[in-house]
């Protein structure tokens, strides 16, 4: 397809041009999976190989969050799926959104942060803690943010980031506010 209009260039720009030819370029190439609005406009572009990954990494994920909610149990936690998120313009807790698939046309329900609140009885109380899952053990600038504020605010008495060890048969546990002690300062 060729744009014929003399100030296409001028209209869309030279980088947009280019951008937008991409993608009918693709849309028709078996290499990548297109969505398209009822308008006929393209929504969203993927190819086969990162879905492939991204598949295998969310499965991986998922292996990981169960097998830190058993850990967790054995421990003699109470645990749950943390099903609302710390919203930072707003600074309150506020419902998870849910998150649509448009490949797999499936709604992903429990996207909260953290991925669990569990809590344990000491004596007559009782600790209320958050858990997240990160295979790594990393965290996002945003993510680091939210902890500081859900401890700040004393939602949890303590965070923990849950990460594979390297005898990938058990799960480690770091404790947010000794790993980041700069944030607190």
Known sequence: M??????????LGKK????????IKNASDERYVTVWNPEGQIIQQKKQSKIKSGKKAKQSGAKFELKTREDLQKKGWIVDKWSNNFDLEKDK???????????????TIGTGFPDFLCFQKMNEYYKVIGVECKVNGTLSKEEKEKCV???NQEIFSQILIAKKSNEKKEVEYDDFKEKYSKLFK
């Open 16 to 23: 947009k041009k280019k951008e937008l030819l991409e993608k």
């Open 2 to 11: 060729q744009l014929e209009s003399k100030n296409t260039d001028k209209i």
């Open 93 to 107: 807790i506020t419902p998870a959104k849910r998150k649509f698939n448009p490949f797999s046309k499936v709604m």
């Open 149 to 151: 504020r859900l401890l």
